[in-house]
């Protein structure tokens, strides 16, 4: 008994000692098990924050890239839509200031460029950036004058991207001032700095469309199209070249893609409405113009458009309504006089009818010579200020505004005093609205005829 008590108490604390083992040997298997717990959790703690920065950043180098495209391509309404959709994902910054107002400077919005570029500015972007930008958008108005070469040649020495904006702007300033053999230097060392860029073949086709030479401006605007079919500012003269050429369908598909980025554009409205009704799609080409027409925003080719489809309907008071603007503010334009005429004979008003056919039989001598003119002053022959300002005269009091003050502009190179050709650019833009041109062109009769 004595043996076997023993035994008990000898077995007994083993016992104990292999329940505390036990213990002890759980203890650390569930110690080890909960650190690759606690590792993933510490992991996962730093990952997942650094993930929602990635992904952000990535999201915020996304928009800024396709905001850049789309400034280099001056879809620019299409920038300004991306750069608010980063504002609001992001917030305002200097930067997203600065990209607007160089949006709002390729579309010539000058109140929204300059609030967004002192609003970039205030915000602490680079000082010399914003200045460089200022002067950008003086170069393409025209405002450097003597100066503009000089100034812009800090922003050519720029990075590639500012080397194309400064370009670009040089040579619009040179267009302005019609200084034409200063842009074939730019476009020789732009072709250089950059084998690929449509603006050169672009610029080149531009000049030859100012030639009225149809066939060689499609070869360049194909070269351009070739080199990036996204580039926008393109599709604008290539619809014209081709309307020039009988080219409808391809003038519409041309406008049209120009649109597409462009909405508001009348002129680019007009001339597709145009090529429609060319088509004998009239119906459709008056519904481009309605809107235009019902906001008072139409354009004078807008209305001759309009017009002329109303005749056709026999609607000639409508013609009348619509044409009424343009013959008070131009009364000697023989194609809109030629309108009102028919549409007054034909609402019996034989008076004004006969007004009208007078303004036709007196102007029609003068536009038949037109052509003969152009051509000759193409030619070099007789290319004197006078000329060119009897030729941009002429266009623009009895056809074509817009021809007609790039004529007046070639006789102030002509001779930079020829004070009549300055009068009369200073009519065209007061009578379209432009009232900050009409009062810088003013100031040029003034300084000329010395009056304060």
């Known amino acids: 008994m004595a ?118 500015a205030q915000l602490g972007f680079p000082e010399k950036k914003v200045y460089n930008e200022r002067m950008l958008r003086a170069a393409q108005l025209g405002e450097l004058g003597s100066e503009l070469t000089s100034k812009m040649e800090s922003v050519l020495a720029g990075s590639e991207t500012e080397f194309e904006e400064a370009a670009c702007s040089l040579i619009y300033g040179y267009l302005d001032a019609n200084q034409i053999s200063n842009v074939f230097p730019v476009l020789v060392l732009w072709s250089n700095q950059d084998k690929n860029t449509p603006w050169v073949p672009y610029f080149y086709g531009m000049l030859a469309q100012s030639q009225r030479d149809w066939a060689k401006s499609l070869e360049a605007f194909g070269q351009a199209a070739k080199a990036n079919s996204d580039f926008v500012p393109l599709y604008r003269p290539l619809g014209v070249s081709y309307q020039k050429t009988n080219e409808h369908e391809k003038a519409i598909e041309a406008f049209r893609k120009y649109l597409q980025s462009n909405p508001n554009d009348s002129e680019v409205v007009a001339m597709l409405s145009t090529s429609l009704i060319s088509l004998d799609q009239k119906d459709e080409g008056l519904q481009l113009l309605v809107p235009f027409l019902e906001s008072n925003e139409a354009t004078d080719e807008m209305r001759l458009t309009a017009a002329n489809i109303y005749l056709d309907r026999n609607e000639p008071q409508r013609a009348i309504d619509v044409l009424g603007s343009i013959s008070k503010l131009w009364p000697e334009d023989v194609g809109v006089a030629t309108l009102m005429s028919q549409a007054n004979q034909r609402v019996g008003n034989i008076e004004a009818a006969k007004k009208f056919s007078d303004v036709v039989a007196a102007g029609q001598p003068e536009l038949q010579k037109i052509d003969a003119q152009i051509g000759e002053l193409q030619r070099g022959i007789g290319d004197t200020a006078e000329n060119n300002y009897q030729l941009g005269h002429t266009l623009l009091h009895k056809r074509s505004r817009e021809e007609g003050v790039i004529w007046l502009k070639q006789a102030i190179t002509r001779d930079p005093q020829y004070v009549k050709a300055y009068e009369d650019i200073v009519i065209y833009f007061t009578r379209t609205n432009q009232t900050e041109m009409a009062t810088r062109y003013q100031q040029f009769v003034n300084s000329l005829k010395g009056t304060p």
């Open 3 to 120: 043996s076997n008590n023993q035994q008990l108490n000898i077995s007994a604390p083993a016992n104990m000692l292999d329940g505390t083992l036990g213990k002890a040997s759980s203890n650390r298997n569930a110690d080890v098990s909960i650190w690759p717990k606690i590792r993933l959790g510490v992991l996962l703690t730093i990952l997942i924050p650094l993930s929602i920065f990635g992904y952000f950043r990535m999201r915020y180098t996304n928009a800024k890239a396709a905001i850049q495209k789309a400034l280099v391509n001056h879809d620019d309404l299409r920038a300004i839509a991306l750069i608010k959709q980063l504002e609001q994902d992001s917030g305002m910054t200097a930067e997203t200031c600065f990209l607007k107002a160089r949006a709002y400077r390729h579309m010539g919005d000058d109140a929204s460029f300059a609030q967004y570029l002192e609003l970039a």
